[in-house]
């Protein structure tokens, strides 16, 4: 039996991380074994660039906690070496970096399971959610959308009004005899 401090400590972990991940915009777990050192690094200040928590915590605590907030879809996924991207805000984000990270690694970390608004995703959906493009590329796209429409229109519009005026032009001037 574990002492009262250790399990107290314990504890909060699992109601930090739980508060976390019920919060969260969206969070992956993965398996990152076969990971180098320098990897691991790269790999954590990407992720920290883009505002993802990331970090190491034993399956038996993220048990705990997924089952606490509902995800006890995850439990399954508990197994192995297993590591936690939390996205406070950007749903994208976590997923797209360890989508690529993954995709590069030739099978040395993978992608086990994710979550998004309250809800347990499977690997292929996260995958699906790291294809996505980033939030300024739709923003730009969206743009782009609503400026094009109306500078079409304002062009087709102007050469209208000069094919009108060239026409009274040639109309008004004299007949050659």
């Known amino acids: 039996m574990p002492n009262a401090a250790v399990l107290k400590e314990k504890q909060e972990i699992v109601a930090q991380l739980a508060e976390k991940m019920k919060n969260a915009s969206a969070g992956v777990l993965v398996d990152y074994k076969g990971i180098t050192v320098a990897n691991d690094t790269k790999l954590r200040r990407d992720l920290r660039n883009a505002g993802v928590e990331y970090s190491v915590v034993k399956n038996t605590l993220t048990k705990l906690a997924a089952d606490q907030i509902g995800f006890s879809e995850i439990d399954e996924h508990l197994n192995g070496t297993t590591a936690i991207a939390i996205s406070p805000s950007d ?14 690694s030739n099978g040395a970390f993978t992608i086990k399971v994710g979550f998004v ?5 499977s690997a292929a959906e996260v995958e699906e959610l790291a294809s996505i493009p980033s939030r300024e590329s739709l923003l730009t796209t969206l743009l782009y959308c609503l ?15 000069e094919k009108n005026t060239e026409g009274t032009a040639d109309a008004e001037a004299p007949a050659e005899a």
């Open 117 to 121: 608004d309250g809800k347990v995703i």
């Open 91 to 104: 749903p994208i984000a976590a997923a797209k970096i360890l989508y690529n990270y993954a995709k590069d």
């Open 147 to 161: 400026t094009n429409g109306p500078r079409s229109l304002a062009i087709a519009l102007n050469a209208l009004a």
